[in-house]
């Protein structure tokens, strides 16, 4: 199966919450899923898709309980919510530890990878924080 038919597959199965059919083939998802595939990775184009729907908050402009009826929608929004899934959000302070410590590990190999985050990681020796050896896992 090719990446445009299994994206738009996924997207009429995990979002639209229906059976895929044979006049998808040429529909709309097919032609999104195409123009997505151009631009972005299947990953990113599934992880915005998920995060549309499950985390509402995170996306400047998206409404909570807001419908995602087309995959196109994640290129709208102001910068667009493609971009606002791709691009690491800035890290909390350091003294919200639990915060700090959860955006590292959701976010740090990726802030490293793009020049955004510097990898210092202080109190390092604190028992409650990540220890040397759970950093360098997450951040490999």
Request: with cysteine; net charge positive; glycine share 8%.
């Amino acid at each position: 199966m090719n990446d445009t038919l299994k994206l738009a597959t996924w997207f009429v199965s995990a979002i639209r919450h229906r059976k895929w059919t044979g006049a998808d083939y040429g529909g709309t998802h097919m032609a999104h899923a195409k123009k997505l595939l151009r631009l972005y990775k299947l990953e990113e184009i599934q992880g915005c898709c998920l995060a549309l729907v499950k985390q509402p908050e995170r996306f400047d402009g998206w409404e909570h309980g807001w419908e995602l009826k087309y995959m196109v929608t994640i290129l709208k929004g102001e910068p667009p919510y493609i971009t606002q899934w791709i691009t690491p959000p800035s890290p909390p302070p350091i003294y919200e530890v639990r915060a700090y410590d959860l955006w590292v590990q959701n976010w740090g190999k990726k802030a490293i990878r793009l020049g955004l985050w510097d990898g210092n990681y202080p109190c390092v020796d604190e028992p409650y924080r990540l220890s040397a050896e759970a950093l360098q896992i997450i951040l490999r």
